[in-house]
C-alpha cells in the first residue's frame, strides 16, 4: 500500500487547490503506512474548521467532535484504552480560541497525545475572519481597520503549561512533517506539532511563498532537551527567523501511565465490603 | 410511634453535620428507619449549620417542621429554631454557649449540660462538645451508649487510640451526666428494637454505588453542590474498583472526556449541578449526534447564575428535556429517594448502551445530600447489558445503519472496523454529508430510540395509596418523600410518582388521572413544570398546584394543610 492510496474513501476533497490541509493530509497518510496505523491501533478526533474535514478523506477510525473540544474527547480515549494511537487534528481557532483552556490543560497533564496544530492564522471554514494566530493589523471580515491584537504563541504557551514535546513543521515540507508525526507519536507524553498551513483563499499574508523565504530548519547541532534554550527558540517569529523542527523535548511520566488499566468489559462488581461503611 | 426529630445546630465548622450522620447511624443500629437533611450556607467557616434527623419505626423520607429535641450549640441556635419547639419537646444546651432561653416556649423541657466543660474534663477540646452532647442525648432517649462508642471507634479508625479514648470518655460523661441530673426527662425513643437491618445512604452515595454496581468505568467530575460528594465518593475507590476518576478543567472536558471514553468502550458518567450542566450542553448534544451512550447525574439546586449553591429545587426539568440545539433523544430519569437513585443509576448505565444516546439521572440537593435509610441495596446481582456492541470485525461496517428500531451496531475502536462517529450530520457510514433525504433518514433513525425506548423499557407511573381514592396528588423525583410521609394523614388520597420524564408514559398516565375526582400537582418550582408536560402530553389540565421555590424541600405538614384545608 502506498501512501497516495492509503486510507482512500469515496468522498471528494473539498479543499481548495493549494490549500496546505493538502500537506498535513499525505504526511500524515505516509506516516501511518510506514508506522502500521491501522483500525486496530489507532484514532483520530479532529475539531470544527476546514481541518476536520481531513477524516472524510482517510478512511481511519475517528471521531470529529465539537469546535475546540477535540483534546477532551482525545484523552478520554487515551485514558479508556491507552493501547491506541491517538492523533488530535485541531485549527488555531479551534484549540487557541474555542478550546485554549484544554489546550493549557492537557498540555499541564502531559497526556499521551499527539497534537497536529493546523495553523493557518485565520478562520477560514467561516470565510476569513481574524483567528488567535493572526498578525497584528491583519486585515479580515471581522477586523476590516486590521487585527487590532498581537497573536498567540502555541508552542510557549505548551511548554509554560508543561508540553514535553513541541515541533513545528510547514505544512509544504512533506518529508520534514512526516518525520515529526512519526516522533510525535513515539514520545510518550503530550506533543504538539504547529503545521504553518498556508490558507489560499483567506490568508494573503501567510503564503507559501512567505513561509518559504521565512523559515529555517534548527540543524543538527540545535539540542531541543536544553529547556533554557528551547524557551528562547520557541519565542522566535517574524521576518527570516522562523525556526521548523523538533524545538523542545523533556521526560517526563506521561498522564496515563499511573492511571488504572480498565478491562475489555464492564467488571461485574461486589459491593459487599463497601456496604459495610454505610451500616 | 410517632416520628421523632432530633436537631442539631451550631456556627459553620464545627463538626455538625458529622454530629448529625453519628446520630443517624446511632437510630438505625437501635432498629429505626432514619432520615436528615441538613442545612448550611455556601461557605466554610462562620454560618450557620443546622441538621436534623428524623426516627420513626416505618419508613420516614422527609424533614419535620417541628423539632422534638434541639441540640443548641450556640445562641443562634435557639434564636433560629425555638419556634419548631412545641410543649413537651426538649432543648438542650450548655449555659456557657446559650446564655438567654427567654423565647423558648411554655412546655418545653430545658436541659442544660456543661458540654464545653465536660469535654474539656474528658482531656479534649470544646470541639469534643459535640460528642458530649451526643452521650446526653443518648441517655435521654433512653439508647445504648455501646452503639455510639462503636460509632466513635469507626469514626476515629485512622486516629490515634488516645483520640478515640478521649472521646469516648466525653460521650460516656454526657451519658452520665444527664443521667444524674435528669433521670425523670428520659423517654426510651431509641430504645433498641428488633428490625432488619438497612444502610443509611444519601442519595450522591446511591448514585456512586448504583454506579460501581453497573460497571461504570470513567467518571469525570467538576466539584459544584450538590454532587461534589458524587467525586469525594468515587475518587478514592478507584484502585480497588479499577475505573479512573477524573477532576477535569471545567465542565465542557467533564463531558467530551466522558464521551472519549465511551466512544473508546468504556463506560462513562459525568456529574453536575444546573450551572455546570449549561456548560455541558454542547456535549448533551454530541452525545446524542454521535449517538455515543453516556450517564448524566445531575443534582438541581435554586436560582439561575449561582443562585442558591446550598438549598434545594426542582426547576432543571424543563432545561433537561430541552436543553440543546435541535432536537435529539435523551432519556430523563427523576428518582425519588436512595433506594430508587441506585436502582436507576444502575440501569441508566443499560439504557445508556442499549440506546447509544445520553441518559440523565434527575437529583436536586434534597436527595444528593440527605441520608436515608435504604433497605435493599443488592451487593452483586446485576446484568450488565450492552446493547448492539460489535466485538468482532465486519465487512462493510456501517457505525449508522438504517435500522428499523433506530439502533446500529456499535463497535468500539481497536476493533478493526473502521468507525467514523461524526458531530455534523453523516451518513450511514459515518461520513459528512448534508443531502435531504440523509438528514431526514438519519433524524429518524436516532428519534425512533424513543419510541422503542418506551415500547421496551418505560414502566407505568407507580401509585402509592388507596386506588380508589377520591383525591390524587401527582409528582416527580424526590417531592417523593414528603408526599409518602403525608399521606398517612390523609386516609382519601393516593399518589402517582414520576420517575421517567422522557420517554414520558403518557398513556399510562392518562386513565390514573381521569379515575380522580381532584388531582393536585405538587413540584419544587415556580412554574410547575410537570403540570405543563402533563397538559402537553395527555391533554389533561391540572387546576390546582401546590408549589414552592423558597429554596427548601417541602413538610409533609404543609402538604396536609393544602389538602384539608
Not at chain 1, 152 to 161: N, R, S, T, V
Amino acid at each position: 500500500m502506498d501512501s497516495l492510496t492509503a486510507f482512500a474513501t469515496d468522498n471528494p476533497c473539498t479543499w481548495c487547490p493549494g490549500c496546505g490541509n493538502f500537506g498535513i493530509w499525505l504526511a500524515f497518510k505516509e506516516a501511518a503506512v510506514r508506522q502500521g496505523w491501522n483500525n486496530f491501533n489507532t484514532v483520530m478526533v479532529a475539531g470544527i474548521g476546514c481541518h476536520g474535514h481531513l477524516l472524510n478523506f482517510l478512511g481511519l477510525t475517528a471521531f470529529e467532535g465539537l469546535h475546540g473540544r477535540p483534546i477532551p474527547v482525545a484523552a478520554g480515549i487515551k485514558m479508556a484504552n491507552p493501547k491506541l494511537n491517538v492523533f488530535v487534528f485541531t485549527g488555531d481557532g479551534d484549540c487557541l480560541g474555542e478550546g485554549g483552556n484544554h489546550f493549557i490543560h492537557a498540555a499541564r497533564r502531559n497526556h499521551n497525545l499527539t497534537v497536529i496544530l493546523h495553523d493557518n492564522a485565520v478562520y477560514a471554514l467561516t470565510t476569513g475572519q481574524t483567528s488567535p494566530r493572526s498578525p497584528r493589523g491583519f486585515k479580515s471580515k471581522s477586523t476590516p481597520e486590521g487585527n487590532p491584537a498581537d497573536p498567540l504563541h502555541p508552542l510557549p504557551l505548551a511548554w509554560a503549561a508543561g508540553a514535553t514535546w513541541l515541533a513545528r513543521a510547514y505544512a509544504g515540507d512533506l518529508p520534514a512533517l512526516t518525520e515529526l508525526i512519526i516522533q510525535a507519536n513515539q514520545h510518550p507524553g503530550f506533543a504538539v506539532i504547529q503545521v504553518l498551513q498556508p490558507c489560499v483563499a483567506f490568508n494573503h499574508v501567510y503564503t507559501h511563498e512567505f513561509f518559504q523565504k521565512n523559515t529555517y530548519l534548527v540543524g543538527p547541532n540545535y539540542d531541543p532537551t536544553d529547556a533554557a534554550a528551547a524557551w528562547h527558540k520557541l519565542q522566535e517569529w517574524g521576518e527570516q527567523k522562523i525556526p521548523l523542527g523538533l524545538l523542545f523535548a523533556a521526560k517526563k511520566p506521561a498522564y496515563e501511565d499511573p492511571l488504572p488499566r480498565l478491562t475489555k468489559n464492564p467488571p461485574h462488581r461486589n459491593l459487599t465490603p463497601l456496604l459495610r461503611r454505610y451500616r | 410511634m410517632s416520628p421523632f426529630t432530633f436537631k442539631i445546630g451550631g456556627a459553620a465548622g464545627f463538626g455538625i453535620m458529622s454530629t448529625g450522620l453519628t446520630f443517624s447511624k446511632l437510630a438505625a443500629r437501635s432498629g429505626y428507619q432514619v432520615f436528615d437533611y441538613a442545612e448550611y450556607p455556601s461557605l466554610i467557616r462562620g454560618g450557620h449549620n443546622v441538621m436534623q434527623t428524623t426516627v420513626a419505626d416505618k419508613s420516614v423520607n422527609s424533614p419535620r417542621r417541628s423539632t422534638n429535641l434541639l441540640v443548641a450549640l450556640n445562641q443562634e441556635t435557639v434564636a433560629r429554631h425555638y419556634h419548631e419547639l412545641t410543649p413537651g419537646a426538649t432543648l438542650l444546651y450548655d449555659k456557657e454557649l446559650v446564655t438567654n432561653v427567654a423565647d423558648v416556649p411554655n412546655g418545653v423541657h430545658l436541659i442544660a449540660v456543661p458540654l464545653q466543660h465536660l469535654a474539656k474534663a474528658a482531656g479534649g477540646t470544646i470541639l469534643m462538645r459535640n460528642t458530649v452532647a451526643l452521650g446526653a442525648s443518648v441517655a435521654l432517649l433512653g439508647g445504648k451508649l455501646t452503639l455510639l462508642v462503636d460509632l466513635i471507634n469507626e469514626e476515629f479508625a485512622a486516629k490515634s487510640p488516645e483520640i478515640k479514648q478521649k472521646n469516648q470518655t466525653a460521650a460516656l460523661a454526657g451519658y452520665d451526666y444527664l443521667r444524674a441530673n435528669y433521670p425523670n426527662n428520659i423517654t426510651p425513643i431509641l430504645a433498641p428494637r428488633r428490625a432488619p437491618r438497612s444502610w443509611v445512604i444519601t442519595g450522591n452515595e446511591a448514585a456512586g454505588l448504583g454506579a460501581l454496581s453497573a460497571g461504570m468505568q470513567f467518571a469525570a467530575i467538576y466539584p459544584m453542590t450538590p454532587t461534589s460528594n458524587i467525586l469525594h465518593f468515587l475518587a478514592p475507590l478507584q484502585p480497588e474498583f479499577n475505573f479512573i476518576c477524573q477532576q477535569p478543567e471545567d465542565e465542557i472536558a467533564a463531558i467530551n472526556l466522558a464521551i472519549g471514553a465511551s466512544f473508546a468502550g468504556a463506560r462513562a458518567m459525568v456529574a453536575t449541578a444546573g450551572g455546570g450542566f449549561s456548560l455541558m450542553v454542547e456535549g448533551y448534544g454530541l452525545a446524542g449526534m454521535t449517538e455515543t451512550p453516556l450517564v448524566i447525574i445531575e443534582g438541581m439546586r435554586p436560582g439561575p447564575a449561582t443562585g442558591l449553591p446550598t438549598w434545594t429545587g426542582q426547576a432543571d426539568l424543563r432545561f433537561l428535556l430541552h436543553a440543546h440545539q435541535d432536537e435529539f433523544p435523551r432519556l430523563v430519569l427523576a428518582p425519588g429517594d436512595p433506594q430508587e437513585t441506585f436502582n436507576l443509576t444502575r440501569q441508566a448505565f443499560n439504557l445508556a448502551e442499549i440506546y447509544q444516546t445520553p441518559v440523565v439521572i434527575l437529583l436536586d440537593k434534597y436527595l444528593c445530600e440527605s441520608h436515608w435509610s435504604a433497605p435493599d441495596l443488592p451487593a452483586e446481582k446485576f446484568k450488565i447489558e450492552r446493547g448492539k456492541l460489535i466485538t468482532r470485525q465486519l465487512k462493510n461496517y456501517r457505525r449508522y445503519a438504517l435500522s428499523a428500531e433506530g439502533i446500529s451496531p456499535r463497535a468500539l475502536p481497536g476493533s478493526g472496523n473502521h468507525i467514523l462517529a461524526n458531530s455534523d450530520e453523516h451518513n450511514e457510514a459515518g461520513y459528512s454529508e448534508e443531502s435531504a433525504e440523509n438528514r431526514q433518514q438519519q433524524m429518524e433513525k436516532r428519534m425512533k430510540k424513543l419510541v422503542t425506548c418506551a415500547n421496551n423499557h418505560l414502566p407505568s407511573p407507580r401509585r402509592y395509596g388507596p386506588p380508589e381514592a377520591s383525591t390524587t396528588i401527582i409528582s416527580w423525583g424526590s417531592t417523593k418523600g414528603p408526599i409518602l410521609d403525608a399521606l398517612p394523614s390523609l386516609p382519601d388520597v393516593n399518589f402517582i410518582h414520576l420517575t421517567w420524564l422522557n420517554p414520558f408514559p403518557a398513556a399510562a398516565l392518562r386513565p390514573m388521572l381521569k379515575s380522580s375526582q381532584r388531582v393536585i400537582n405538587i413540584e419544587n418550582n415556580y412554574s410547575g413544570q410537570l403540570q405543563g408536560l402533563i397538559a402537553e402530553t395527555t391533554g389533561i389540565s391540572l387546576k390546582e398546584n401546590l408549589l414552592k421555590y423558597d429554596g427548601r424541600p417541602f413538610y409533609p405538614e404543609e402538604i396536609i394543610e393544602f389538602l384539608t384545608a
